[in-house]
T-cell receptor, first 110, second 115 residues
């Protein structure tokens, strides 16, 4: 059965304090690993898709990496506007949907 | 370009009442999905559709029904609402072109309370 575990559940950072969020996954044949950002009262907003181990993608202060068992979302010099819940999801071979983790709630303090 | 639009934003139902959550997208996406999100839980798939006239059950379909008569619209029907259906409901769509996945585009959700 597909499984996604995100850690930590919550993370408080000072502005400028870099850190990483973890997404560990178990899936039958990974078709894609997705990172989303969700602000309070809003739907998830797409950030990245990673398809194979060793792949990396960057967007502003965010960088996502992928291994065969986990993905990391690295946040470099975060700003208060980076505060949000970050969701990880996987899609396995033959699946028509994404399987989501429970998210990491990030708070960046000025 | 509106993307995925969900109505209503909020609703309070009494136990046993019925309602339809509306979802429409203007991106001509073939795939549409309904998820529910509960505190401390990941998004759970209720139903999905790969095109007009085709729907299939997801992980948690009990108590819900869907239809897909057009590419744009994918309404979710709750019959005989129960407190366990108190949740935030998200509709999403995806073009799903080619062999690689395309990301899901989400609406802003409907917050439903059943009392």
């Amino acid at each position: 059965e597909d499984q996604v575990t995100q850690s930590p559940e919550a993370l408080r950072l000072q502005e400028g304090e870099s850190s990483s969020l973890n997404c560990s996954y178990t899936v039958s044949g990974l078709r894609g690993l997705f990172w989303y950002r969700q602000d309070p009262g809003k739907g998830p907003e797409f950030l990245f898709t990673l398809y194979s181990a060793g792949e990396e993608k960057e967007k502003e202060r965010l960088k996502a990496t992928l291994t065969k068992k986990e993905s990391f979302l690295h946040i470099t010099a975060p700003k208060p506007e980076d505060s949000a819940t970050y969701l990880c999801a996987v899609q396995g071979q033959g699946a028509n949907n994404l399987f989501f983790g429970t998210g990491t709630r990030l708070t960046v303090i000025p | 370009n509106a993307g995925v639009t969900q109505t209503p934003k909020f609703r309070i139902l009494k136990i046993g009442q019925s309602m339809t959550l509306q979802c429409t997208q203007d991106m001509n996406h073939n795939y549409m999905y309904w998820y529910r999100q509960d505190p401390g839980m990941g998004l759970k798939l209720i139903y999905y559709s790969v095109g007009a006239g085709i729907t299939d059950k997801g992980e948690v379909p009990n108590g819900y029904n869907v239809s897909r008569s057009t590419t744009e619209d994918f309404p979710l029907r709750l019959e005989l609402a129960a407190p366990s259906q108190t949740s935030v409901y998200f509709c999403a769509s995806s073009p799903r072109t080619g062999r690689m996945n395309s990301p899901l585009h989400f609406g802003n959700g409907t917050r439903l309370t059943v009392t």
